[in-house]
Structure formats: C-alpha cells, structure tokens
C-alpha cells in the first residue's frame, strides 16, 4: 500500500504503523457524569465498516506525524489523508 | 583529580570501502543537533537574523558554506543541524543561534554518517532504499527519513551521485554491512 | 552427441557456441540460446518425466512458462532445485539436469502401476479411500502417499545462494516485450516517460521470435531486436529481461523477480535471483495468450505437442520436433505450423480441424481432414501413430494441438477482477475491475493478430500519456504481416476409450472432471479443490478454460454461466529463498548493540537478545563452570563492594517546551508537575484502559526540560504513545519530543563503594556526597576533564547507586575507565541475570509483572494513583473490577523446603485443593537464586497476597509435573527498609 502524506507524497505504508479508528482523536472529558461509560466506550467500541473507514496511522520511519488516513476497507483504496494534529484542532482539541 | 581520560570512538570505526563505481565511507567529526519548535515564523526569524538561512521545508535542507552548516528539515516542527564538532556542547552553539525559539538536543553521538557515492551509488541503494532516488524526483538537496532493511533512517542527496546516510548509532554495524553488501551485488 | 534434430539453417541460436549438459545419465549439445527444452528436442529426447499421478510418460508440452509437463530437477549438492520447467531453464555448458517422479528408471518406472490402477484412482480418490481406520493415517496412508507424490526432491540442506530485493520506480511498467509491449515501450520510452520493460524470457521478442511474420518489412525478430536496441540506448527505458512480474499488489505496486545468475555455469557470487517490487503510476499487461489443448483420449503422450509450441521450436530454436508432424486444430493458427515447418523440410502428415469450413492452404503431402477429430494416439514412450474419428490412421511422430488461445489474464485477476468470456474468440478477456493504473494491451485482452496487437500497444501508451498531460510521439505506427486467427470453439473428443487429459501437470481428465460434476461438486471452485484442477505449479494455464469448458457441458450450461476461479500471486513459482532476500542468519533482523559491547565481549561477556539489542547476561571469569557462579559473584560483589552494569538499552526520551511539565504530569499516573529541577521520580505509566503500560524514571533537568526513561521493550511503544498524546490529544500543547536513546551510553553503579568509585571521574567542583546530592537527585557534570555527562542517583539494585550518561562515543571508554577507577575497591562487572536477582530481591517489577494485565493495586502501586489530577487511564483505572480491594497482590515467596528451587510460571493453589483452574489463585512471575539469603526466592501475584504474608499454598507446576510448598513473604527480601539506597 501506499500513503499520500500531506507533507511528504507518496511514502510505502511499510514506513508507518497503525493503530486504529480515528474516534481515538475523541478522548472523553474525564471531568463528565458520565465519565466511565464514555470511556467504556471509547477504549472498547469500534464500528467495523465493510466501505469507507478513517484510520489512525504513525510515521513511526518518517516524520513521526500521527495521520487520519480515509480508506476503503474493501478495496483499499486510499481517498483523503491528513495530518491527525489538523485532525484534532478542527474538532475542538487543544491543551 | 580526574586522572582517567574518556577516548572517543566513531560509531564505524572510520568504514571506507571501494568498489567499482560505488564508495562508501563513514563522515566523521560532524555534529548533529536537533532544533524543536512551535512557532515556525519566529524561529525562521531568528535563524535568519543569526545565520542568513532561509528554514526549509520537510523533505528540503539549506547550506550556510561560511559555517560549512547543513539544515536537514525533517518534521513539520523539527530540523537538524549538521556542522563540524569543535567542542563537547554543540547543542549551545546551536541553542544560542536559535534562541529561545527552539528546543535544542544534541544528537551528535546517536548517528552513523555514512556517505554513499560514485555514479553507482542509486543503483547500489535500489536494493535497501523504497524511496525513488531518481534525481528529478529525490533531487540534489532532498532529504527524507524512511526505513533501510527494517531500520529507520535519514537520506540525504548532497549530489547527484552522492547521498548521505544517518542510521541510529546502536545498529550502525547492520546497516553499514547492508549497505555494502548492495554495493557487492550490483558491482 | 549429435543434434539429430537441429534444422540445418535458421533460429536464434548461436551455432559457434556448443554448449555441453547432462540429462540423466547421458551427455548432450545444444548452443547457446538454447532452453533446455529445445536443446533435448534437438537431440531427440522426448520422454522427459514421469506424470504426477500415474506415472504416464510425459514429453516437452510447450514452449513457455506454462510448461505442465517437462518438469526437472537441476545442479547438485545444496543446489538441487526440484520441479524446474525445461521451457524456461536456460541452457549453459555444464547444465546437470534430471528427470523425475520415477521409480526404477525413467523409462521403466516401477510406479507406472499406478496408470493400470487408474480406475481407483479418481477424484476424490485419496478423500474417499484413506479415511478408515482414522489411526492409519498418520502410520500408514500418509507415508506411502508422500513418498510416490510430490514429483521432484528437495537437498534437505541449506540453501548456498544468495537472494537480494529491490525498489523500483516508474511511470508506466510494462508486463511483456512481445509485439504490444515493444511497441507500447518504444511509444512511452520516445515520450520520455519513465519505463520499465519486463519479460520472463531471456530474449525480447515473444512471440515475434517464433513465428515467421515480418513487423516494418523486416524479420520480426530482427525488429525486435532493433526495438530492443532503441530502448536499451534511452536513459528513460530499462529492460528487465529474465523477470517474471508475478503479481499486482495494491495501488499500482507490482512483485516482480528477477533471475539473476540462474543462466550462468557457476553463480558469480552474485544473488541468484532479486525480488524486485515495483512502484508504477501505471501498468500495461502485454502478457500475451497462452495456447490450450484438446481433450481426447491418450493426449498426453510424448510427441504430443502444443501447435504454437511446435512452431517455436522450428522457427525459434531451429529443433524439429518430429520427423512427421500432424496438426490437430480448431483455428487457424495450426495451419501455420503446417506451413511454417514444411518450408522447413519438416514433412507434414495430416492437417485435421474440427471445423466444417474450407480448409486453408496446405503443404503439399499433407492429407487435410475438415470437420475431423483425434480419438487416439498409439506410442509406448513417445507417438507413433494416431487415431481419426474415421477409423483412419495415421503415423506420425508428433502431433501438434492448437485448441485456441487464452489471453494471460492473471495479473488482471489479482484484485479479484473477473476475467469475462468473449464469444467470437473463444476465450476469458480482462473485466473490466482491473486494479489501479492497470492498462491491458495486445494478446492479453484477445487482440489477436499481430498488426492489431502493435496498434493495440501503441494506442495504450498513447492513451496514457494524453492522461499524463503529454504529447506521444509523431505516428510511429507500424506495418505487420496479415494473418488468419479465427476459430471456432472445440474441446473434446467423445470417441475413444483411453483417458482424456485437460491438466497434464495434476492429471486431470475428463473423466474426473464429469465425476465431480456428479458427485455434486458444481460450482467451479469446489470443481478445482475436488479434482485439483489448477492447483499445480503451473496453475492450469493450458487446462483452466479446458476444465470450464468440459465441466459447462456436464452440467448443461454456457461457460460465462459456469464461471471460471480467480487467480492469484504468484503468476508463476517463486522461490521462498528470494522472498527472504537476504534475511537469514545473522542478517534475519537487525542488531543492536551499546557503546559498551566491545569492551564486554572483551571481558567474558554472554550475551542474550533483548528485542533488538544484545545484552551482557553475566561476564564469565577463568574457571566458573555454570553461569549461576558468574552471577552469584556478580551479586555479592555489588552488594558487598560495588558493581558497574551496562544500561544503555533503557528508552531515553529527552521531552521540551513551555508545557513538558504539564505533559508528563498527564501522562505518568503519579505527580509530576512539582518535581523540583535537579530530581528524578520513579513514574508510573498507564494505558487508557487502566492497566499498566511502562514504568521508569525520568528527570527534571530544567524548569521546561524532562528526560523521561522507558524499559527496553518498550522505547518505541511509549514513544509512539507520547507522540500520540502530544499531536491527537492535547495539539495545543507546547511540548516536543525526541529520542536520545542512542545518544547517551549509561551505565549503573551500584553498591556501598559506589560514590567513592565515580569521585574519581568527576570534574572538580562536582560535589555528590549524600547531602549534596541526595537519593533521587540527577544534575548535568562533566567527567574526566570536561566531558559532559548526565548523573543520576537511583537504584534498581537497592544498594547506594548511580547511573551515568556520557555521549555514546566515550560509552565503550566508559566502561573500561570505571572498572579501572574500581580496581581498588574489587568493582566487578554485572550482566542483566545479576541485575535481575537484584532486582528480585529488592521486589521491583519488571517486564514480567508489567505484562500487559496488570493494574497499579496489583503491583502494589495503588498510592502512585494521584486523586488530584487527570492522567491517561485514571477513569477506567478506577473501574469495580481493578479497583477491587481483594484482587491479586504481588507478593513474594520463599519455599518452604530450601532445598527447593522455584520456577516462574506456577500457579498457586491453596493447600490440601485440586489443582483446578477454579482454585487457581495467581501465578509466580519471577524466580531467582538469592545469593544473599541462600535460597530461591520468588515474586508472583496472589489473590490478597498483602493480607496472606505467613500462609503456605501450593506452588503448582503441572506442566514441569512439579509442586512446592511455598511461604507468602514481603517481596522486599533484602534491606526492607531501603537504608542501604540513601547511605
């Protein structure tokens, strides 16, 4: 496979590792009610879509950039990647 | 009172290898300092005023010759700082042309150098780099970490027939070897 | 040995080379250009193997990679490689080659028996015979099977070669250099795009090189080797001739290997073979068509020949395959073998096809038969003569079979595209799911003759580079021979009696193939599994759509209803030694090895691997005997003096910025945003989950300025975890970090005399006497005349201790000088197995107790938990289950008998219980031989191990069959108090 990083171009996937879904970005308020259960689901709960599917992967061999990488769990085919920090930003985390 | 003496060793032992048309040698005496930073506008500031350098972009380095200093821009918020080792603190040489823009860490002794040239040398790195070194697209000046025989990596293309390679001090000895081995199998 | 076979004049071999091989126990000639086919052909052998099933004799079936029949084992020793196709073995002087799957003698095989049992020997034969009694299976029925089937042998030893891989780039790969992959390179290649060129042959050409048509009013052969020469001279264009692309992975990358030194007399020392992966934007499969056979009774003997097969070996390699050739064809590309091999004096007997049309022109001599079919064939080792549907006979000694063409669609079907049959050509063409960038061109879509297969490259090139945004070059279309190819679909002959072969290579038949349909194994994937229709080495690529075809009959249905199965990599065998490449041995992985490692090697070390890095385990002195001497004396020595460890492989992380306190405080469970600069905290790091991630101890250098310490096995899964942290969870955080890992060496010094050994390296001015510099203190000095250097007072072993940093470059010098500066006081190295007695003794967790599964209360660090601030994994730390008062404690244990040794891994079980899963209540994690108390100690998790300190339970072993009696103990074994640590 192979990843178009926003930065860097076209890089072989073997150059980054992966984690998982990119829900992983939306990290619970600890402070919440309803704490516990939101953290429940947020370490345990995955969808698992045949289709479409963003995804947590690491440049651990390169720039060492956290990405969301929207991939086609089907066909693999690779429609958009971006760095998890704008990622991140654009839904409201900060410190 | 000290009356023991520390002596210092190069992680390669000084490796110079030649082949047909592929030379390999280990580039000693260089210091490596990594320079961190949040505010890219000021630091590139900074840096200007200090050094007259332009900050590259990832994947790009800049030369100031009057220092012989080489800027590898390796991270959107990193670069390193490559320039002959004089003393034992040359992250305060670096700290103080960065100021307070930057975090400075002293990378001198955590890297193999190894400088890959000859008009063989893209075909002897075809066989452990998955990077196109095509010299339209990894142009003179280009620089990317990337992974060599499970290694993580830096190449840079100081030439058209020369790159430099940095690999982590600790597995410098595997990866030299699998650098001269592809120099081996395509001479 | 003369050539009684080679034509006089003509081919592509070079006759002022003799080139001498074995075959078996006979020397031969051939020359150079030669396959080791065509050279044996030439000299008149045509029994070349043993079939795989019944041992019919088999003779060279094709002239190419499909190859089913004319399997060989080749060279010697180490090097025997088993079941190599003859087709595309290149022949050099020295070639050893044999035969195979034979008992006895090629010619006289003991195990032809098995042809006469053939009427028990069907599909399905092995699922339905060796299933009672299920105990013979393994004693009797697998052994007797393994040692007829398998065809060729292994060496059994290593192998000798050597393998590389690489990386290649480009714009447009293109798979083949027949006519459309010469023509769709040499469009790309004048348009300067990026071009890689690649066939599996050793000349370019494909099929220009065995037929007689001319390309621009040349020879095609010539034209292709002037197109060959036009690429070789562009910077743009490289040729890879001798490499199979076996396979299209995704996003346009492509697995190609490369047959390096196969061709050679002796390997050069070179890799024999490279595995190539190729990065394109876009791909054109030039792959051509492979010709296929007709079924009818007895089709498999020697002589019996592809059409297309036959041609190539008169026009090709100058070979005659028989001296009275007769073609059996439902198309008119077997007429053309006709006229081809009767210009070449070669005799033709009869033309027969299956098609009721007016018959094309003929040689003279030959006797034409319209509408006709085969029904037999007669010949022990090799045919003699064959049967008409008539009754007619007819001698002969080859018979040429043209059953139409089927376009090489494989690589289109590697992204699961379904190939689709095209009527009018009788064949599957590519779908129209192709993977990424895929472009098909000539032959391997059903473009047939060559003019159109030229135009077809050259317009497919020109496509892409219109899609690249570029101009193709001035028309540079080119001129071809006309030639006939229309067919007129037949596959098997009804008459007859002997077996009818569709997969030569599995001996497969008709038969076998109707049974399965009547056995209810309909769908063409079970149809495959059941009669292992395809599943050879050379995947059915002459009897797949054979297969189809015959199955559609049975089942009385059309061949697109019936389907076809899917192929995948690779196209063809590739030897698991190239995929390893130069993985193996000492090159399997990397190494990783400390600053230190010389001096260690040089000082008795043992070392033992630690992920990637190479540790000292203990350091051997002149008359120990067992390791356990080494350690013992490494321990006391420490405990009693002083001891120097290499702990360089410890994860450093050097973390900065405006909010590094703030980040850490977040990411270690304990307190850490009021550590004062000049100290170190141990820290306690948990996952989001709850449970426990990592451990150690990082230092406050400066008001913005942590140096964080992470075990070994987990410097990268922390660090990635950090970064993780820092850019998805909290980005607006000014913090960085970067790995100093490799570039500081570090080494403990533990043990009473600890501070007065390192005073010695010390610049003066550094004061580190207790007050001065406290346990848990950590300050930047200079050593040995003003090397910098990082120091730190903490304790692993629980003795007064320090660990030192000095940039990696002294790190080996380091070691030497401090067991120098120790020599007063009988400093002693200490490897990891002393430091985890130590380590034992003092309770401290390691990877063993931080597995992964356990929580801080476990470990008995409920208090490192802050109730003040947030962290990763406080709120599910905090969970009924973890949080539970009454859960497993680590504890340690004593055995009761002293005499007895412990062994990590038993489970506990109270006293006078069944040793049941239900009354298991923990497990020990790690044992040592405690020098200092004389005995085997333990550290484990119990169920309310902290309130159990006294009682006795079993220490359950069932799998070493082994069950002590162990005391529950604090795991605190040596100086409780930790008074030794702040001395």
């Known amino acids: ?95 | 009172m000290a009356e023991f003496d520390l002596i210092a060793e190069t992680p390669l032992n000084g490796l110079h290898r030649t082949f047909e048309d592929v030379v390999i040698e280990e580039v000693t005496g260089r210091a490596v300092v990594s320079v961190a930073f949040s505010d890219r506008a000021n630091l590139e500031r900074t840096m200007r005023k200090s050094l007259d350098l332009k900050l590259p972009f990832v994947g790009n380095t800049a030369r100031v010759e009057t220092r012989d200093l080489l800027v590898l821009s390796l991270q959107s918020d990193q670069i390193f700082v490559l320039f002959p080792q004089t003393g034992h603190r040359p992250d305060l040489e670096i700290a103080e042309i960065a100021g307070d823009q930057g975090s400075v860490t002293d990378q001198s002794d955590g890297w193999a150098l190894l400088r890959v040239s000859g008009p063989g040398s893209r075909t002897a790195l075809e066989r452990i780099c998955m990077l196109d070194l095509h010299p339209d697209i990894f142009t003179v000046g280009a620089v990317a970490r990337t992974v060599m025989e499970h290694l993580g990596m830096i190449i840079h293309r100081n030439d058209e027939h020369s790159f430099l390679l940095m690999s982590a001090r600790s597995s410098a000895e595997f990866f030299a070897h699998a650098v001269v081995t592809s120099a081996e199998n395509v001479s | 040995m003369t050539q009684a076979f080679r034509l006089t004049k003509g081919g592509l071999v070079d006759r002022s080379q003799t080139l001498e091989f074995r075959f078996d126990s006979a020397a031969f000639n051939g020359h150079g250009g030669d396959t080791l086919a065509s050279a044996l052909l030439a000299n008149g052998v045509r029994l070349v193997g043993r079939s795989f099933k019944y041992h019919r004799p088999r003779g060279v079936f094709s002239a190419g990679s499909e190859e089913p029949n004319a399997l060989v084992e080749l060279r010697r020793g180490a090097r025997q490689e088993p079941n190599t196709r003859a087709t595309m073995a290149e022949l050099f002087g020295g070639l050893d080659a044999r035969s195979q799957n034979y008992r006895g003698s090629l010619k006289y095989d003991l195990l032809a028996v098995n042809d006469l049992l053939s009427p028990f020997l069907s599909a399905g034969f092995y699922y339905k015979t060796f299933m009672w009694p299920k105990s013979f299976w393994e004693k009797l029925y697998e052994p007797a099977i393994r040692a007829a089937a398998g065809l060729g042998r292994l060496s059994r030893e290593p192998d000798p070669d050597a393998y590389d891989k690489g990386y290649l780039h480009c714009d447009i790969l293109i798979i083949g250099a027949g006519p459309s992959g010469l023509s769709a390179a040499l469009t790309a290649g004048r348009a300067g795009v990026r071009v890689i060129l690649a066939d599996e042959d050793f000349r370019v050409g494909g099929r220009l090189n065995a037929e007689t048509l001319g390309v621009n009013y040349m020879a095609g052969s010539d034209w292709a080797d002037a197109a060959r020469a036009e690429l070789a001279a562009m910077d743009n264009v490289r040729i890879l001739t001798r490499t199979t692309v076996f396979g299209a992975y995704d996003h346009g990358i492509y697995g190609a290997i490369e047959r390096q030194t196969d061709h050679l007399p002796h390997g050069s020392g070179k890799p024999r073979q490279v595995l190539w992966r190729i990065y394109t934007k876009r791909a054109i499969v030039c792959a051509g068509a492979t010709e296929r056979s007709i079924a009818f009774s007895d089709n498999d003997r020697p002589g019996v020949m592809l059409a297309g097969a036959v041609r190539a070996y008169a026009n090709r390699f100058a070979v005659g395959t028989g001296a009275s050739v007769a073609i059996f064809t439902n198309n008119d590309t077997g007429w053309r073998t006709a006229s081809d091999l009767s210009a070449k004096g070669i005799s033709i007997a009869a033309i027969i096809d299956t098609r009721e049309t007016s018959p094309l022109a003929a040689p003279r001599g030959a006797a034409v038969v319209m509408g006709g079919r085969v029904t037999g064939t007669k010949g022990r080792h090799g045919v003699r003569s064959i049967t008409l549907a008539s009754g007619q006979t007819i001698e002969c000694d080859c018979l040429a079979i043209s059953g139409g063409w089927s376009p090489n669609v494989h690589l289109t079907c590697h992204q699961r595209g379904r190939p689709q049959w095209k009527e009018d050509i009788a064949a599957f063409t590519p779908g129209g799911d192709l993977p990424v960038g895929m472009r098909v061109a000539g032959a391997a879509r059903g473009t047939f003759s060559l003019q159109n297969c030229l135009a077809d490259g050259r317009e497919t090139a020109v496509e892409i580079l219109e899609k690249f945004g570029l101009n193709p070059p001035a028309d540079d279309s080119l001129t071809a021979d006309e030639e006939a190819t229309s067919i007129s679909a037949f596959w098997h002959v009804r008459e007859g009696k002997g077996r009818a072969f569709v997969d030569l290579q599995n001996d497969v038949t008709v038969k076998d193939i109707r049974l399965s349909h009547q056995e209810g194994f309909r769908s063409v994937e079970h149809l495959k599994r059941y009669t292992t229709l395809g599943m050879a080495t050379d995947q059915g690529r002459t009897a797949n759509v054979l297969g189809l075809a015959i199955l559609a009959q049975a089942s009385g249905k059309s061949i697109p209803e019936t389907g076809t199965t899917i192929f995948r990599p690779p196209y063809t065998p590739v030897a698991i030694g190239a995929i390893a490449g130069r993985s193996r041995g000492k090159e399997f992985r990397p190494v990783r090895k400390t600053p230190g490692h010389r001096w260690a090697e040089e000082n008795g070390a043992d070392f033992v691997e630690s992920g990637l890095w190479m540790r000292a385990q203990w350091f051997s002195r002149e008359g120990d005997t067992h390791w356990r001497q080494s350690c013992d004396r490494e321990v006391q020595q420490t405990r009693a003096s002083v001891g120097i460890c290499d702990v360089t492989t410890l994860g450093k992380i050097d973390i900065q910025g405006r909010d590094a306190a703030e980040f850490v405080n977040r990411v270690y469970s304990n307190g850490f945003a009021k550590l004062p600069v000049g100290k170190c905290r141990y820290g306690l790091m948990l996952r989001e989950d709850g449970l426990v991630m990592d451990d150690g101890t990082t230092a406050r250098l400066g008001e913005n300025h942590f140096v964080m310490t992470t075990t070994t096995a987990n410097a990268s899964t922390v660090f990635k975890h950090l970064e993780f942290c820092r850019q998805c969870l909290w980005p607006g955080l000014d913090v960085h970090l970067i790995s100093v890992t490799e570039q500081w060496a570090q080494a403990a010094v533990a043990g009473p005399n600890a501070r007065k050994l390192l005073e010695q390296l010390l610049d003066p001015d550094h004061d580190i006497s207790s007050d001065a510099f406290p346990f848990m203190a950590c300050g930047e000095i200079t050593v040995c005349g003003g090397v910098p250097a990082r120091l730190f007072r903490i304790s692993f072993s629980g003795e007064l201790a320090y660990e030192i940093a000095v940039p990696a470059r002294y790190g080996n010098s380091l070691m030497a000088t401090l067991m120098k500066a120790g020599e007063e006081f009988g400093a002693t190295p200490y490897g990891v197995e002393a430091l985890n007695v130590m380590r034992i003794e003092k309770g401290h967790a390691t990877g063993s107790e931080l597995n992964g599964q356990t929580s801080a209360r476990d470990l008995g660090l409920g208090r490192m938990m802050s109730e003040k601030k947030d962290y990763i994994g406080r709120v599910l730390s905090q969970r009924e289950h973890l949080a539970r008062e009454d859960g497993l404690k680590l504890v340690g244990f004593k055995p009761v008998d002293t005499a007895q040794e412990l062994k990590a891994g038993a489970h506990f079980i109270a006293k006078g219980k069944e040793m049941t899963t239900e009354n298991d209540e923990g497990w020990m994690t790690s044992v040592a031989w405690s020098p200092n108390l004389q005995t085997s100690i333990g550290l484990g998790f119990i169920e309310r191990g902290d309130s159990r300190i006294g009682e006795t339970v079993i220490a359950a072993d069932p799998l070493r069959d082994k069950s002590t009696e162990v005391e529950i103990c604090s795991p605190h074994f040596v100086d409780p108090e930790g008074e030794r640590l702040r001395g």
Do not use: C
Not at chain 1, 65 to 74: E, I, M, Q
């Open chain 1, 1 to 95: 496979m192979i990843i178009n990083h926003p930065l860097l171009g076209p890089r072989d996937a073997s150059e980054f590792s992966y984690l998982g879904d990119a829900s992983l970005i939306d990290r619970p308020d600890p402070q919440a009610q309803d704490a516990a259960e939101q953290f429940h689901d947020y370490v345990y709960l995955r969808d698992n879509p045949a289709g479409e599917h963003r995804e947590l992967w690491f440049h651990e061999h390169g720039d060492r950039s956290w990405l969301v990488v929207t991939r086609n769990t089907l066909t693999h085919e690779i429609t958009r990647v971006e760095l998890a920090k704008d990622v991140a930003i654009a839904r409201g985390r900060s410190r």
